[in-house]
């Protein structure tokens, strides 16, 4: 399984801090075992718009893995690029798991693959869900800053949204670093 990192226009610091938070996560949990190769599209400003610049970003780095499983990560701006990627991707015969955005408020979400929102407050959960979403979603509670969760979703303390999964969902409240992981263990299992 292939993990594709679609990043927002922002500082690639915060992208770096993100993925060594998930490399974290997936080292410490039960998918260490046959760990996720994790690939970061490298575009910058408005490259992480363009659908096409990132199909190509994952036709080179997977050759003859088409038929890999993967699973988009994308934020902000970035959600646009990536969720157009997703859609090419399948058209060429690529499987695609599941798509997850966090804070991608005003993208619309379709697709024939799970889909899930993650938000860094109700509003933009809500206002974005009007647009498209899963049935298993993540907001921020208290509201953080937008940048905050993709920076360190760790420290984001949050409400998962519609659990209809096999999951039982944790009791009391999850950060979204804990949401992630357990979206990503679901997918690994199947």
Not at 44 to 68: M, P
Not at 125 to 138: E, I, K, V
Request: net charge negative; with cysteine.
């Amino acid at each position: 399984m292939s993990i594709i990192i679609c990043p927002g226009i922002h500082e690639p610091e915060l992208t770096e801090s993100f993925r060594v938070g998930l490399l974290d996560l997936v080292s410490n949990s039960a998918i260490a075992h046959n760990p996720p190769n994790i690939l970061i599209y490298p575009g910058k400003d408005v490259f992480v718009l363009s659908a096409l610049h990132i199909l190509q970003f994952l036709r080179d780095c997977l050759t003859g893995s088409l038929k890999s499983p993967i699973i988009f990560i994308s934020f902000s701006a970035g959600v646009v690029g990536a969720i157009g990627a997703a859609h090419l991707w399948q058209l060429l015969g690529g499987r695609v798991k599941a798509f997850i955005a966090i804070d991608g408020w005003g993208v619309p979400l379709q697709g024939n693959f799970p889909i899930h929102r993650m938000s860094h407050d109700y509003f933009t959960h809500w206002s974005s869900c009007l647009l498209g979403c899963g049935q298993n979603n993540f907001y921020a509670e208290p509201a953080v800053d937008h940048l905050c969760i993709w920076k360190s979703p760790q420290t984001v303390q949050g409400c998962w949204v519609d659990s209809s999964i096999e999951i039982i969902p944790p009791k009391g409240r999850l950060t979204a670093a804990e949401f992630l992981l357990m979206l990503l263990k679901r997918y690994e299992a199947n």
